[in-house]
């Protein structure tokens, strides 16, 4: 099989996925080249499964708001895969003034890009969700928000992928990027060397490795974030819930599994060992998160619990850019730990942006030159 | 020695077998058809068919099923069995209430 | 934060076969197990173990877990049970679920001795309530009393599902048949025989192709399998049975290692995934270990040895014992490991076909396809000299580690010698005086008393009988074969118990002469109440 093709994709995860989606449909011949044994097993199919616009820095929430508008409502149907997308709001929850503050000017935020999203009380959010504890006070309320299942949309978009011909290869991590005659050609694996016109780096925190190797940097660290699930309980609401302090997050699955995530506060400082492997004080914390949140979980039995690594950036903002100093090159990383949302229409554009040169929504924001130091 | 890493590899059309319908993973009731359609879909190893279906997700976390479910892509793809790994093994090794969970002696870390 | 020197997860044979050592060299020792009941798989095991004095032999596991408890108690070991281990994190930690709390646990050293669970194969059904694992069946009749059925199906003839047929009749289930896919029984040929000669049938290149019934089994449908272990069309058997017991091996349960990030490799061999560990069982983690079940499916007496060596180990790794002397430990058990490690059933010798013993003797065809000694064997395997007079018949006929009989003769008529496979010998120059020391002794219940000369026409056997209720002199009953045929009308003549004899009745039956070397087992008529 010949190892040249129009595009290479680095990085199996949803984005690299969707794009090779989109870039197929387009006719595009791909290559996606996966570092590990497995198909997103990365941040991708580790987080906790949010589709918000509300609470997003406003230079992504134009790509959040036009991805739930054109993509995620015939995700399912488009890709032959149950991606379990529920579009039933979200909140987001505070119990102090202080959490009242954050949440207002959040909210302000958004609704100045035009997002339906507003403020409500106690009695309006025990309305929409009976079994929020008396502590709650408040919450910003965003009813076009929702929730999906990141493992089949994440494997729904390689399926997919792979039934229009793209190729995809695992265990094949990536040493280096090579410029042929200043312009990006080549991937060096350590079976092959693939080559391609462009290339899309879309590797999570090992992209910043990988784009090393032709000069060009993004800053951003590994964040060790956990997640959680519990045993199918009955049906009690579907909603997608956050809170002020972000304490916790989460929403009820199709399957009737509480999938949350949630924070002890030592995330920036936490430790691997190589895996990202759970912490033993994360689970306990988010289940007191939870608790206070929700009184009547207090004797759902959780099943399993698991770490991911987040690829935090800078400005807490993703990296969706051509690498105009690398003719050919263009990046998507750095999401930050709220990527999944926005992954269909981050594929979508990355797509147009490499085929046509121009993506539907303004990216500019989104640049990977935008850095700068202080003045 | 044949490699699962080359997702566009043929492995044939899915053929339609007798016990299709035997249940493979009882937690989440997951058939051997299902798990079968699921590498014909491409997922060759243990944790995509796992994040597909759910198989071995639930209350056992996979102890009786996982075994069995690696021997279905062994034969499905006619490779060896030291090539797959076994699913992720995450805590709670047990099923625990989130009451508990949440109830312990907070120390220094 | 609690901390110990050395934390054991597991208080099976090895963890605390583990704890016991490392305590004694001086360590702060908690063992956690998640069981209500320490001793992990010791005390569902009521039969007598192999191997030789060092390693337990003739011993029940049950007794075995007894010792292992007191002495860990003596050296100071906390065992925490209802104390399930809920991961193992980085730097030696652990969350532990004690009530309705979590602790954390810290040590310096972690020795995880998890065990394994049940294999399960599938079939048509599986899922129906009835179908049950064979240690779930050992835990329901041996720790709590429960007789999981009433007509059992089998699947799976290796020694868990030998021991276990056999355990079920004990608790007066029926089994209906003995079925495994392999066209050989799995386990030592004298756990066979003692459900043989019961009249259990062996269905060897046979597997379950249907459970039946609505809502819980009736019915099992069996059919032969093919090379390829495909079952042949137009062989179905069908018995009418309410539970099916799988007995098709062990995975170790080594997912905590897995989670703290130990390098782990597939091992078809040692049972599925397992850590990489060195002679000592420690893992890629520094100062973590792993011993028994959890490092490769082998049975309790090796699991206490590596448990033993993985204590010492940590007590080393920790600087509570010298390198010498734990080298100088560590040989001799290396030593009592490897003998264990011997013969037809070695580790080594998974799936090779013996044609011979280590004797050069042609082995038993029948035992392996039918699970009883035809008279061919009989005649091959037996050469002693018959002098008139009582004396002992041993039907052990593979090279299997194990030697009770040896020492268990006062008289010394039993001879095995320093080769612990090699197969007992009968020594023509001593006098046998029929105490049945041999009798009880033997774990695999194969060596018989015959007297030829009991009473003109007729000969004395004596038996191991461990069934309820026991026989009583006098009493009128059916000999059976070795293939459980019934033979004719056999007497009670006598019924001894002794404290020496564990729990191990000898029964003697009075039977026609013709029948001294074919009748091997006595079936109780239903007494009159019984009716």
């Not at chain 2, 890493?5 to 937690?27: A, E, K, L």
């Not at chain 3, 007191?70 to 994190?89: I, R, W």
């Not at chain 3, 014992?321 to 011997?342: G, I, R, Y």
Request: aromatic share 6%; with cysteine; charged share 20%.
């Amino acid at each position: 099989m010949s190892k040249h093709t129009d595009i290479i994709i680095i990085g199996g995860g949803i984005i690299g996925n969707a794009t090779a989606y989109y870039l197929a449909k387009k006719g595009l011949s791909v290559t996606v080249l996966e570092a590990s044994k497995d198909i997103g097993i990365g941040g991708s199919s580790r987080n906790g499964g949010g589709v918000r616009q509300s609470g997003r820095d406003t230079r992504e929430l134009p790509l959040a708001m036009w991805g739930i508008k054109n993509l995620w409502p015939g995700l399912s149907e488009e890709l032959g895969v149950d991606v379990e997308y529920i579009q039933k709001g979200n909140l987001r929850l505070g119990k102090t003034e202080a959490h009242q503050k954050i949440l207002q000017g959040l909210t302000d935020k958004a609704v100045s890009c035009g997002l339906d999203v507003r403020m409500i009380d106690g009695d309006e959010i025990r309305a929409i969700n009976p079994y929020l504890s008396d502590e709650v006070t408040c919450a910003s309320w965003c009813p076009t928000d929702g929730h999906a299942n990141p493992l089949t949309a994440t494997l729904g978009y390689y399926k997919k992928a792979r039934e229009l011909g793209v190729r995809f290869i695992t265990e094949s991590p990536c040493f280096e990027l090579r410029k042929i005659k200043g312009v990006i050609r080549q991937v060096v694996t350590p079976d092959a060397i693939y080559e391609a016109d462009k290339i899309l780096v879309a590797a999570g925190y090992d992209s910043r490795r990988l784009l090393a190797t032709v000069g060009i940097d993004v800053p951003m660290k590994p964040m060790k974030m956990e997640c959680l699930v519990t045993e199918a309980e009955p049906p009690m609401f579907l909603q997608m819930l956050g809170t002020a302090e972000a304490d916790f997050y989460g929403h009820q699955s199709k399957h009737g599994s509480f999938v949350f995530g949630g924070s002890s506060g030592l995330e920036p400082f936490n430790k691997d060992n190589g895996t990202p492997i759970s912490s033993s004080i994360g689970a306990s914390c988010t289940c007191r998160g939870i608790m206070k949140y929700f009184p009547a979980l207090a004797d759902a039995k959780i099943v399993r619990a698991w770490a991911g690594w987040l690829d935090d950036c800078a400005d807490k903002v993703p990296v969706i850019s051509p690498v105009e100093e690398v003719p050919g090159l263009y990046i998507a990383c750095a999401f930050s730990g709220h990527g999944f949302g926005i992954a269909p229409a981050a594929g979508y554009n990355i797509a147009e942006m490499m085929v046509d040169g121009q993506s539907i929504i303004d990216l500019s924001a989104l640049r990977y030159d935008r850095f700068k130091p202080k003045q | 020695m044949k490699s699962i890493n080359d997702r566009s590899q043929d492995i044939g059309p899915f053929v339609s077998q007798t016990d299709d319908g035997v249940i493979i993973c009882r937690c989440e009731e997951i058939t051997k058809g299902e798990i079968r359609q699921a590498i014909h879909d491409g997922m060759f190893t243990v944790n995509e068919i796992r994040r597909y279906l759910r198989s071995g997700m639930g209350l056992c976390q996979g102890q009786t099923c996982g075994r069995l479910v690696k021997n279905i892509v062994v034969q499905e793809l006619d490779v060896i069995p030291a090539q797959l790994d076994p699913a992720t093994s995450r805590s709670p090794m047990r099923p625990v209430e989130m009451k508990v969970l949440g109830n312990e002696e907070v120390t220094h870390v | 934060m609690k901390r110990y020197d050395l934390i054991v997860v597991g208080a099976g044979p090895s963890g605390l076969s583990a704890a016991i050592e490392a305590a004694r060299c001086g360590l702060t020792v908690a063992v956690f197990d998640e069981n209500a009941k320490p001793g992990g798989q010791l005390f569902k095991q009521i039969h007598k173990f192999f191997g030789s004095k060092e390693h337990q032999a003739k011993i029940r596991g049950y007794k075995i877990g007894e010792t292992l408890l007191s002495e860990a108690d003596a050296v100071g070991v906390k065992v925490f049970l209802n104390a399930t281990v809920s991961g193992m994190y980085m730097d030696k930690e652990i969350l532990v679920r004690r009530g309705d709390a979590m602790e954390h646990c810290k040590a310096d050293a972690i020795i995880i001795a998890t065990g394994a669970s049940e294999n399960m194969v599938t079939f048509d059904g599986w899922t129906l309530p009835g179908v049950i694992g064979a240690g779930a069946a050992q835990t329901m009749m041996n720790l709590y009393s429960i007789q999981p059925g009433q007509r059992v199906l089998m699947l799976g003839s290796g020694n868990v599902g030998l021991v276990v047929s056999f355990q079920l009749m004990q608790a007066g289930c029926e089994v209906i048949a003995l079925v495994d896919a392999s066209p050989r029984i799995g386990g030592y040929g004298v756990h066979a025989s003692k459900i043989a000669r019961c009249g259990v049938p062996f269905y060897l290149s046979h597997t379950i192709t249907k459970a039946e019934g609505p809502d819980c089994i009736t019915g099992v449908e069996i059919s032969q399998v093919d090379d390829h272990f495909t079952p042949i069309p137009g062989t179905q058997k069908h018995f009418d049975v309410d539970t099916i017991c799988m007995a098709v091996g062990l995975s170790p349960m080594s997912q905590l290692l897995k989670m703290a990030g130990c390098s782990m490799i597939d091992d078809p061999r040692r049972g599925g995934q397992v850590p990489l560990v060195d002679e000592n069982g420690e893992t890629s983690i520094p100062g973590i270990f792993a011993a028994g079940d959890v490092s490769g499916i082998e049975e309790a007496s090796s699991a206490m040895i590596e448990g033993r060596m993985s204590g010492l180990s940590a007590a080393a790794y920790l600087g509570f014992l010298s390198e010498k002397d734990k080298d100088s430990s560590l040989n001799e058990l290396e030593v009592a490991l490897n003998s264990l490690h011997q013969g037809m059933f070695a580790p080594g010798s998974k799936g090779k076909a013996f044609t011979k013993t280590d004797e050069g003797i042609a082995v038993s065809q029948s035992l392996l396809k039918k699970g009883y000694l035809d008279e061919a064997d009989i005649a091959r395997f037996n050469h002693f000299d018959k002098k008139s007079g009582v004396h002992p018949v041993i039907e052990c006929t593979q090279n299997i580690p194990c030697n009770p009989c040896q020492d268990a003769c006062p008289k010394d008529c039993i001879k095995i010698g320093k080769t612990i496979t090699a197969l007992p010998r009968i020594d023509a120059d001593s006098t046998c005086t029929g105490c049945g020391m041999c009798v009880a002794s033997c774990s695999g219940q194969a060596i018989f008393l015959v007297d030829e000369d009991y009473e003109p026409g007729y000969a004395s056997i004596t038996l191991p009988y461990e069934f309820l209720p026991r026989p009583q002199k006098g009493d009128l009953g059916t000999a059976l074969s070795r293939s459980g045929q019934p033979l004719g009308v056999a007497e009670i003549i006598d019924v001894r118990s002794a404290k020496a004899f564990d729990h191990t009745t000898l029964v003697t039956m009075k039977v026609p002469v013709a029948q001294a070397m074919t009748a091997r087992f006595y079936k109780r008529e239903a007494q009159r109440a019984e009716l």
